[in-house]
């Protein structure tokens, strides 16, 4: 019996590596889990910024979905960049057809450079058409007011968001906090919002400027443990700790917003 974990990451080709598709596949790759992809945009970039976007057209998206899905058993799938309301309406149409496992969607809005990379009419696309079906969403502090209009500061504020979002109809949230404007912190918060329970995932908050693709990796690492099997709290804890050693063993490449250490989790967990 092939006892082999399949995830695919549904998302934008960042062609220096850090974030995206790439990105994406590394952290498959370190968590022993073989990765697919279906691309929905090539962008120009590296850490200094995104210079061009050129979206895939819809029909060589569902393409590639239904090239995986003819051949492959896909046991969990992330969805990150997307882009715009079209591409969003072809991924939860290709949904609706093919089976590829729980959904972890990370709402990609912007890059780290502030690049705008969804559109603004593209947002009630996303809470119509693919939160209701996530397992779990992973939005960052300006991904998860944009799709709320609630302004996290707190817990308290960060569960008025997530209820907003359970209320949607996806099963789990991860409220990120690195975003947060508390610079007297020395702690970076996440949480982790299921129908019945709150969980905050705390870790130092790191003076570095090298934290290119962080929501993709932790994002993917969530994927991959689900695809094994793992609960959702289990999974979450893992990608916590994943991104954690990332950030904090800097490759120190890139003259920007260089990228994270996906081998670090694998080289530095105790």
């Not at 009630?124 to 500061?153: D, F, G, M, S, Y």
């Amino acid at each position: 019996m092939n006892n082999i974990s399949i995830a695919l990451t549904i998302a934008g080709s960042d062609n220096s590596g850090g974030a995206g598709c790439q990105a994406d596949l590394k952290t498959f790759q370190m968590q022993h889990v073989f990765g697919m992809t279906a691309i929905t945009a090539i962008t120009v970039q590296n850490s200094l910024g995104v210079y061009d976007i050129h979206p895939v057209p819809l029909h060589i998206i569902e393409g590639q979905l239904k090239a995986i899905a003819d051949d492959y058993h896909v046991n969990a799938f992330k969805i990150g960049m997307l882009g715009n309301s079209e591409i969003i309406q072809c991924i939860a149409n290709s949904l609706q057809k093919y089976q590829f496992g729980k959904m972890v969607l990370d709402p990609v809005m912007y890059a780290k450079g502030g690049a705008a990379l969804l559109e603004p009419d593209a947002v009630e696309a996303l809470r119509t058409l693919l939160v209701p079906n996530a397992e779990v969403i992973t939005p960052n502090l300006p991904e998860a007011e944009a799709l709320t209009e609630v302004k996290i500061v707190d817990d308290r504020t960060a569960c008025l968001a997530a209820e907003k979002l359970l209320n949607m109809g996806v099963k789990n949230v991860l409220i990120k906090g690195g975003h947060s404007q508390n610079s007297q912190s020395d702690v970076c918060r996440d949480w982790l919002f299921t129908q019945n329970d709150m969980l905050r995932l705390d870790s130092p908050r790191f003076n570095t400027r090298h934290t290119h693709g962080t929501g993709c990796t932790f994002s993917a690492c969530i994927a991959a443990e689900l695809a094994k099997g793992e609960s959702v709290k289990s999974a979450v804890q893992t990608a916590k700790d994943f991104i954690t050693a990332a950030i904090s063993h800097s490759l120190n490449i890139g003259h920007g917003h260089g990228p994270t250490n996906h081998w670090a989790y694998s080289q530095w967990k105790k």
